[in-house]
């Protein structure tokens, strides 16, 4: 391809058929083919035209000087040949050969064939013409009348050589003025697409990279261009800038909500409105035991280091599982299952990650009594059942969340789960969706803070093995 930078195009090969064309034409190639081709059709119809012109003129020149040459010789004739004087009639025919003015010449009586000639008459195989000019093995001949009564003719050859050899000059003379033409149109042609095309290059090359054109210094070539080209580049620059932003957005998103809520909000923009839906679902609570008195030891750096050091792991695990990190509250990570459209067993997705998330949190205090740094222990609660999933705040600041009483008893067992444990309620348990996936244990009847009955609560040990 005609540009700043070349690149390879696909092409198939194959041992039966081996097929080298790329799979386009290249917008370079297109300019340079119309140009090159219109010029050159341009150059034959200009050729044709001028040869057709010289032609007419040259064969009209041949005509006129052989009516000059022949027919004052013609008029002398007929009393010569009804005089049967052949002798002066001969003489006067050499004449005209010797002047050069004829190449060979003829008289015929009408009773008595030829009775004069002169000269050689050229060979049919041995004459050639210089196209478009025929072969001038053709006599012209003029009849010889006596009285208005024709007595014989003469047929003259007349020699063209100098007249063909001047079409042969010009034939020559407008081919390498033709060719040179063309050759200068083709370098113009490759100048003009280069210069067209190397925009656009850079155009394709923004689109691929979504980034305004940059020179080696990585500065944004300026656009010197006043045309239509440069109003489509700085169009093609807001435009890229735009889709910049726009990415950057999204990205920025989904580190907040999953991908899931993410692509929902982001789909649905003009929709974006206070409110939810009713959704049945699973919600999981992991936080800190004893948070406060580890924050009070160390320094906000420290704590925040360590925090992250937990919640990156964490956060992976859960999205591993199919589960939505709902929000990080200080020292406790709220995950949600089930929000999709299509839920699924959420139940059992959300015990086997919070077990997970167990098994995480000892491999990462593992790392740290390494370094001999303190355990940190997590507990886990966890209940399922329906809640309110949707846009809550105010209009102009709000957040993608769950709420709801299921929300909250799960928040109020995570106080009664044991460090490095996970309990839910007995009921949830029971369910069909987990019954008999898992070892629990009893963990009692509690009393839950602003919940206004009693719930028996089970410890989930493990999942069961069933192999």
């Not at 081996?18 to 083919?33: E, H």
């Not at 889709?243 to 809520?261: G, N, P």
């Not at 990156?312 to 995950?335: F, L, N, Q, W």
Request: glycine share 8%.
């Amino acid at each position: 391809m005609i540009g700043r930078r070349k690149r390879s195009r696909s092409v198939r090969l194959g041992v039966g058929g081996t097929d080298f064309a790329p799979r386009y034409l290249p917008i370079a190639w297109k300019i340079v083919a119309a140009i090159a081709g219109l010029t050159l059709a341009g150059i034959v119809t200009l050729s044709a035209v001028v040869l057709n012109q010289v032609s007419n003129v040259l064969d009209n020149q041949i005509r006129a000087q052989a009516e000059i040459t022949v027919a004052p010789v013609a008029r002398t004739s007929a009393e010569l040949m009804l005089a049967e004087d052949y002798l002066t009639l001969e003489t006067l025919l050499n004449s005209l050969v010797e002047e050069g003015r004829v190449e060979s010449i003829a008289a015929y009586a009408i009773d008595r064939g030829q009775v004069a000639s002169a000269g050689t008459p050229p060979e049919q195989s041995l004459t050639e013409g210089v196209w478009p000019l025929a072969p001038t093995v053709e006599p012209y001949r003029r009849e010889v009348l006596f009285q208005d009564v024709q007595v014989g003719y003469i047929e003259a050859y007349i020699d063209t050589s100098p007249m063909q050899e001047l079409i042969r000059n010009t034939l020559n003379a407008g081919i390498a003025t033709a060719i040179g033409v063309f050759l200068l149109s083709l370098l113009l042609a490759i100048d003009i697409s280069k210069r067209l095309v190397r925009p656009l290059e850079r155009l394709a090359e923004s689109m691929r990279s979504r980034i305004r054109p940059m020179d080696d210094q990585g500065n944004p070539l300026p656009m010197v261009r006043q045309d239509e080209i440069a109003q489509l580049t700085d169009a093609f620059n807001d435009m890229a800038r735009d889709l910049l932003r726009k990415d950057q957005v999204e990205a920025a998103l989904r580190r907040y909500v999953s991908d899931a809520i993410a692509q929902d909000i982001l789909e649905n923009l003009d929709r974006v409105e206070l409110g939810g839906r009713a959704v049945e679902g699973s919600v999981l609570f992991a936080d800190i035991q004893g948070y406060t008195a580890l924050s009070e030891r160390c320094s906000p750096a420290a704590l925040g280091r360590m925090l992250n050091e937990f919640f990156g792991p964490m956060s992976e695990c859960i999205a591993r599982h199919g589960g939505t990190v709902d929000k990080y509250m200080g020292d406790c990570t709220m995950a949600v299952f089930g929000l999709g459209t299509e839920p699924g067993n959420h139940r059992l997705t959300a015990v086997q990650t919070g077990l997970a998330l167990l098994e995480t949190v000892a491999s990462i205090n593992a790392e740290r009594e390494r370094r001999g740094e303190t355990r940190v222990e997590f507990r886990i609660g966890l209940n399922a059942g329906e809640m309110l999933a949707g846009n809550m705040g105010a209009e102009d600041r709000m957040q993608f969340t769950v709420v709801g009483d299921t929300v909250n008893l799960a928040a109020r067992l995570v106080t009664v789960a044991p460090p490095g444990g996970l309990v839910t309620t007995t009921a949830f348990m029971e369910h069909e969706q987990v019954k008999g996936h898992f070892h629990t244990e009893d963990w009692g009847t509690h009393e839950l803070h602003g919940v206004s009955e009693a719930v028996a609560v089970s410890r989930v040990l493990s999942a069961v093995d069933r192999a």
